[in-house]
């Protein structure tokens, strides 16, 4: 069973940045695919970013249109970690953001792919 704990989430104003940090415990971490999904007030979690597994020195990685060149998935083995920097917030990134794991090499953008979720941390950006 693994537990997910989500942090770094906060106010911003618009053109900020902030890096959300998912914490994972109770598995081994490199054998897990990540993903990060968010959910807006009154509409469906969507998907953001997915990094694969461990695979030697490279990664996959996958991001929504909506967050593509602006946010980076990245992962830290030896710290458990998943990480999400999120560059040239917009207003309309406002979101509960929530981490995702999966025993799998890699998950991609369905939330059904995914197995485990952390709590989520709330990300505001101001216009």
């Known amino acids: 069973q693994v537990q997910l704990v989500e942090s770094g989430g906060g106010l911003v104003q618009a053109g900020g940045s902030l890096r959300l940090s998912c914490a994972a415990s109770?598995?081994?971490?490199?054998?897990?695919?990540m993903g990060w999904f968010r959910q807006a007030p009154g509409k469906e979690r969507e998907f953001v970013a997915a990094i694969s597994r461990s695979g030697g020195s490279t990664y996959y990685t996958s991001y929504a249109d909506s967050v593509k060149g602006r946010f980076t998935i990245s992962r830290d083995n030896a710290k458990n970690t998943v990480y999400l920097l999120m560059n040239s917030l917009k207003p309309e990134d406002t979101a509960v953001y929530y981490c995702a794991a999966v025993q799998k090499s890699y998950a991609g953008a369905s939330s059904y792919a995914y197995d485990y979720w952390g709590q989520g941390t709330q990300v505001t950006v101001s216009s």
């Open positions: 109770g598995g081994t971490f490199s054998m897990y695919a």
